[in-house]
C-alpha cells in the first residue's frame, strides 16, 4: 500500500474518531447514531491496521495531520481534525496508537472516555489510567513510536493546528469587545451568558498552550502581543477572572516557576511589564478596596501576577497606608508572590522604618521565605520594638530550616530576658542539638537563683534539653533532679528540679525510640 494512501486513510480515521465522540455527546446511550459512528470507526480502523500495524499518531502537541500535498481534504475535515486535537490535548495525550487485535469494544471504551469532561477525566488520575483500569489493551495513549512513513514524506505541516487554534480562539474572544464604545469605556451590547462561558473556555485554552510552547517563534511572539492587547480589554472593562489564567502563566514563566529558555521569559516579562501599567494598577488598586463590581479577589490575583514589576509599589502601600485593611489586602497579594518578592523586601528594609511595617516583613517572609532569607531576618532580631522581634524570631523558626540553630545560638548571648526564653524554647523545639553544651552552661550558673525570671529561665532550659533528646545532658540534669541543700547552700529550686526530672524523662523516651 502506498505510503500517501496510508496517510489519507489515517487522516479519515480522526475525522471517524472525532464524529463517534460528538454523537457519544449528543444523543441518549443506546441511540444506534452512537453504535453506526463506532461500527464504521471500527471497520477503517481495522482496514488500515491489515496493511499498517500499529497505526500510531505522534507529537500531537506540535504537529499537524495535514500538508498541501493532502490538499484535496474538504475543509470540514480539517474542522474537525483540529477539534479532536484539541480533546486529546486537552487530556494531556500526545501520541497514541492503535494495534492490529484492536476489538469492537475496546473502542467503544475509548470512545466513551474521549466525550467525557476533561475534568472529570483528570479528577480519576488522566486517560491512560482510566483505559488500564477499562482493559483497553489494543489502545495505547502516550505511545512514542512513530507513523511510518517513507523519507521523502513528513507527518510534519507547515501550518501549525495548535497555533491556528489559539489564534481562532483569540479572534473568537476579540469579537465580543469589538461592541466596546471607544468614547466613552461603555459596553453597547453585554455580552450573554452563554458569550462570557466561550470566553472563559478559550481563556483556559490559550493559557494552557502558553504553558506548553517551548520556542519563541514569529508565530508565538504575534499571538502573545494579541493576547497582551485582549488583556488590556479584559482589565480596562472588567474581565478579570477570564484574564487571570492567562496572566498567571506569564507570570510563571517570568518567576522560573515553569521552566522556559530566556527568549520566552522575555517575552513573558515584556507583556507583564507592559500591563503593569499606572492605568491598569489604578483600576485593579480600586476594585481592590471600594470592591465596585464585587471582584476584589480576581483583582488581587492580577496584582499578585505582575510579580516583582509591582512589588515596590505594593511595599510603599503597606508602609504608607493608614487604613489597616488595605495593608492586610496588600500583604496577601505579596504572600502570593512567592520567592519573587523577597528581593523586594530585602531592599526595604530599613533600621527607621516604622516597627509595624517591619513586622509586617517578618510576617511575609515567614511565609513565603526560605534558608536564604533567614540572615535577613536576623537583623530584626535586635530591634528596639519587641513586637518586630517576636516576629522574625517566628518567621526563623517556620523558614530557617538547617540555618535556625547556628543563627539562634550565635544571637543568643545578645538577647534580652524575655526573648531569650523564647529562643531557647525554639532551639529545644527544632531539636538543635548544637545547643546542648550552651543549655548546660547556663543552666549551671547559679549566680541569680533567687530571681523568678532565673527559675523561669532555667526551667524552660531543661525542657528544651528534654525536647533535644541528647544524652550529653543526663549528668547534669541528674546532678540538679537530686540536689540537696548542705550548710545553708541552696539546692536548685523545686521547680527547676521537677523540670529536670521530667527532662529525663523524656531523653529516657526518645533513646528507647531510637533502639526499637
Known amino acids: 500500500m502506498a505510503s500517501t494512501d496510508l496517510q489519507l486513510k489515517a487522516i479519515d480515521a480522526l475525522v471517524h474518531i472525532h464524529a463517534a465522540i460528538k454523537n457519544v455527546q449528543l444523543y441518549p446511550h443506546a441511540d444506534p447514531t452512537i453504535t453506526n459512528s463506532i461500527e464504521m470507526l471500527y471497520l477503517h480502523l481495522v482496514d488500515i491496521l491489515r496493511q499498517e500495524a500499529p497505526l500510531v499518531f505522534a507529537e500531537l502537541e506540535k504537529k499537524a495531520l495535514i500538508r498541501e500535498k493532502f490538499s484535496n481534504q474538504q475543509e470540514d475535515e480539517t474542522i474537525r481534525i483540529s477539534a479532536l486535537l484539541d480533546i486529546l ?45 477499562n482493559e483497553t489493551a489494543h489502545i495505547h495513549p502516550d505511545n512514542k513510536v512513530y507513523v511510518p512513513m517513507e523519507k521523502d514524506q513528513e507527518i510534519v505541516s507547515d501550518l501549525d493546528i495548535a497555533e491556528g487554534q489559539i489564534s481562532e480562539s483569540i479572534a473568537e474572544m476579540e469579537k465580543v469587545f469589538t461592541r466596546l464604545n471607544a468614547m466613552d469605556g461603555a459596553i453597547e451590547s453585554l455580552p450573554s451568558a452563554e458569550q462570557r462561558d466561550m470566553i472563559k473556555r478559550l481563556s483556559v485554552r490559550t493559557a494552557k498552550w502558553i504553558e506548553m510552547e517551548t520556542t519563541v517563534t514569529l508565530a508565538y511572539k504575534k499571538i502573545c502581543h494579541r493576547l497582551q492587547t485582549l488583556l488590556q480589554d479584559f482589565i480596562t472593562y472588567g474581565y478579570f477572572a477570564e484574564a487571570i489564567p492567562i496572566i498567571e502563566v506569564f507570570s510563571n514563566i517570568n518567576t522560573g516557576a515553569l521552566k522556559k529558555d ?61 487604613d489597616s485593611k488595605e495593608r492586610i489586602r496588600i500583604i496577601h497579594i505579596i504572600e502570593d508572590m512567592g520567592h519573587a518578592a523577597i528581593p523586594g523586601i530585602k531592599a526595604s528594609i530599613a533600621i527607621n522604618a516604622p516597627w509595624y511595617y517591619l ?59 524575655e526573648l531569650r526564653v523564647n529562643v531557647i524554647e525554639m532551639l529545644g523545639k527544632i531539636r538543635c542539638t548544637e545547643a546542648v553544651p550552651n ?62 526530672k521530667r527532662a529525663l524523662a523524656d531523653i529516657k523516651i526518645k533513646q528507647e525510640e531510637n533502639q526499637s
Open 359 to 417: 513586622r509586617n516583613m517578618a510576617y511575609i517572609l515567614g511565609r513565603i521565605g526560605n534558608e536564604t532569607s533567614a540572615d535577613i531576618l536576623r537583623a530584626l532580631l535586635l530591634h528596639k520594638d519587641k513586637r518586630v522581634r517576636k516576629e522574625a524570631l517566628k518567621s526563623i523558626g517556620q523558614t530557617g530550616g538547617n540555618k535556625r540553630g547556628p543563627l539562634l545560638l550565635s544571637f543568643l548571648p545578645q538577647a534580652e530576658d
Open 262 to 322: 530566556d527568549k520566552v521569559r522575555e517575552v513573558s516579562l515584556e507583556v507583564l511589564r507592559n500591563l503593569a501599567s499606572e492605568n491598569n494598577i489604578y483600576i485593579l488598586f480600586r476594585e481592590m478596596n471600594i470592591n465596585e463590581n464585587n471582584k476584589t479577589t480576581e483583582a488581587c490575583q492580577i496584582l499578585a501576577g505582575f510579580g516583582d514589576i509591582v512589588i515596590n509599589k505594593l511595599l510603599n502601600i503597606v508602609r504608607d497606608s493608614s
Open 89 to 133: 490535548l486537552g487530556l494531556g495525550v500526545k501520541n497514541i496508537s492503535f494495534d492490529k487485535d484492536l476489538e469492537k469494544e475496546e473502542l467503544h471504551i475509548f470512545i466513551n472516555l474521549l466525550a467525557k469532561n476533561p475534568k472529570a477525566i483528570h479528577d480519576e488520575d488522566g486517560l491512560p489510567k482510566l483505559m488500564l483500569e
Open 439 to 500: 543549655l548546660l552552661d547556663m543552666l549551671k550558673n547559679k549566680s541569680l537563683i533567687a530571681k523568678d525570671e532565673q527559675i523561669s529561665l532555667q526551667e524552660k532550659i531543661c525542657n528544651a534539653l528534654g525536647t533535644i533528646g541528647s544524652s550529653e545532658a543526663i549528668k547534669t540534669l541528674s546532678e540538679i533532679a537530686e540536689s540537696k541543700s548542705f550548710l545553708g547552700i541552696r539546692s536548685y529550686p523545686e521547680e527547676v528540679k521537677h523540670a529536670a
